[in-house]
């Protein structure tokens, strides 16, 4: 039995996979809130315990730089060791790759159904990218190397945030008094939606709403900004989102320029699925193709969103298949 692990800074999902036919079959999942233990290994136990299964090989994607197989991770008070895996699970060894990579391996696994076109583009044989924003933002990508595309990890979320015109200055300006150097994750993720809404509310751009404000202290400050906004409940909200797309799609045209991936983009995280309604009416797409001299290249590369959100259980359990 295969064991395989997306790790990500809100909540991990732990998932039992069989080999069959040359396929896999999902026989277990389950999801931890990630902050309410104290490491993964706890998390394996748990989801081990009273399982009676023999593990043959394991891989987990973890929202982090692996480097010499261990994660520091950014977005979590932990540090994940492959080495520390393996004992736990009584393995050889363990396969430790970044959350990103993982949703990479698992795209070919797709169906169509499972994917929203938001620019249909021209299909094309060349490099793919991958940008995908929740708790944190990740970048991977998918190399073609004449046959097929072979996914590699990056810290591309962790690059310097780039404004593009006066409202983003004023954005960058307001975020360098909280932090000393602002990266695009800082604005483009979970908590960023909220220092985007928290930007508009010091700005005086409108006057928050009392009833959203309430919502803060017990909920997740940025589902509560994109449901009100989605909804036409609250204007901050709404130019809150529109920013916050805007960048994100900005964001991601740079990333295809970047990695030349006439191949398509892909938008990945737990974000996109659920603002689907704002990335179809144009703010993401125009923001993604506005790249001056390279707006003709930009706009023939197809841009998906992926809609199953065990894509990268499946690309770490496919990592795990193929090393076994």
Not at 24 to 50: D, M
Not at 103 to 114: Q, R, S
Not at 136 to 142: D, P
Not at 258 to 284: M, N, Q, R
């Amino acid at each position: 039995m295969i064991l395989a692990g997306d790790i990500g800074g809100t909540k991990t999902n732990l998932g039992l996979f069989e080999t069959a036919e040359g396929g896999l079959t999902l026989h277990a999942q389950q999801s931890y809130p990630s902050r309410e233990h104290v490491g993964l290994e706890a998390i394996v136990n748990k989801f081990l315990e009273g399982r009676n299964v023999r593990i043959t090989a394991a891989c987990f994607g973890v929202a982090g730089p692996i480097v010499d197989g261990q994660c520091v991770t950014p977005n979590l008070p932990w540090i994940v060791s492959a080495d520390a895996l393996a004992r736990t699970l009584n393995l050889e060894s363990v396969s430790l790759i970044n959350d990103l990579e993982a949703t990479a391996h698992g795209i070919a696994a797709l169906k169509a159904d499972e994917f929203f076109t938001l620019n249909e583009g021209i299909s094309m044989a060349g490099n793919a990218a991958l940008v995908a924003a929740g708790t944190g933002m990740g970048v991977a990508n998918l190399f073609w190397n004449g046959k097929r595309h072979v996914p590699s990890a990056s810290e591309g979320g962790h690059i310097d945030f780039a404004p593009r015109n006066p409202m983003e200055t004023e954005l960058l300006k307001y975020m360098l008094k909280k932090y000393s150097r602002v990266s695009l994750e800082r604005i483009v993720s979970g908590p960023g939606l909220f220092n985007v809404y928290e930007f508009l509310r010091a700005s005086g751009y409108a006057t928050e709403l009392p009833e959203v404000a309430a919502r803060f202290a017990t909920e997740d400050p940025s589902g509560v900004i994109s449901k009100a906004a989605l909804a036409g409940e609250c204007r901050m909200c709404v130019k809150a989102l529109d920013l916050f797309v805007a960048i994100y799609g900005a964001f991601a045209g740079n990333i295809a320029l970047v990695l030349k991936a006439v191949g398509g983009v892909y938008i990945g995280g737990g974000i996109a699925p659920k603002i689907l309604e704002k990335l179809k009416d144009g703010t993401f797409i125009g923001a993604f193709m506005e790249k001056g001299r390279m707006s003709s290249l930009v706009a023939t590369i197809p841009v998906r969103v992926i809609l199953n959100d065990k894509t990268a259980l499946l690309g770490a359990a496919r990592v795990a298949a193929e090393n076994q």
